[in-house]
């Protein structure tokens, strides 16, 4: 089952803060979030672990809520750099096959 | 080092034909996945590997659709007979292991159009 994000889109400026969430109806082993801007490849940002472990490179924050099968991410004084399209992106079981939300697009003006 | 690389970035066919995607991932991961990804959606899973073994095809749209990785590392993903309603964008994503710890690295993706 597809994980469902919201907003679907959300539009800024410079400075500003952003929250994009992730639900999902099954159980989570992890949630990874990665971010896409136009007519390039989705980019890893991080992976959120049961027991409250996260695995990432940018600075963005995020919650993973195990017992709610939520997920937040969390955009603070947002830059123009931040723009794009955010996907959630739940393990179908235990392995790696991902199945992603439909997207959040993002959209930081000056 | 080298990221994902996929050939062509481009193809267009026409409907009836046969077409071969390839997906080279990143040196050294064991896993490779293969996604389609809709204009303005989500990468849609279709099928991934572990080494030479698929693992998962339950995403694989049709009979049509097939795809090996023989020696474990290059990857085809083949479409017989394509339809129109193939048209998409085609990503393949490689990762160190299948540990829902792992990020995916994605290449940039072949588009297909059919006409």
């Known amino acids: 089952q597809q994980p469902v994000q919201s907003p679907q889109a959300v539009i800024l400026r410079e400075g500003e803060d952003a929250v994009i969430n992730c639900s999902s109806s099954k159980a989570l082993y992890s949630v990874h979030w990665y971010r896409q801007k136009h007519g390039e490849a989705p980019v890893f940002l991080m992976i959120l672990l049961k027991g409250g472990e996260q695995k990432g490179h940018e600075k963005i924050s995020a919650s993973f809520n195990e017992k709610k099968q939520q997920s937040s991410l969390y955009l603070t004084a947002s830059q123009l750099s931040y723009s794009g399209t955010y996907f959630c992106?739940?393990?179908?079981?235990?392995?790696?096959?991902?199945?992603f939300g439909q997207g959040t697009t993002l959209q930081v003006k000056p | 080092g080298a990221g994902v690389s996929q050939s062509p970035r481009y193809k267009v066919t026409k409907r009836g034909q046969d077409v071969a995607l390839r997906c080279d991932p990143i040196s050294g991961h064991v896993s490779l996945y293969w996604y389609r990804q809709a204009l303005g959606q989500g990468p849609e899973f279709l099928t991934y590997f572990n080494y030479e073994a698929q693992q998962d095809k339950s995403g694989l749209p049709n009979d049509r659709f097939s795809a090996e990785r023989p020696e474990g590392s290059i990857s085809t993903l083949t479409i017989q007979r394509t339809e129109q309603r193939d048209s998409a964008m085609y990503r393949c994503a490689s990762s160190l292991s299948w540990s829902v710890v792992n990020e995916q690295f994605f290449g940039p993706g072949t588009r297909l159009t059919v006409l």
């Open positions: 992106g739940a393990p179908s079981g235990n392995t790696g096959k991902l199945i």
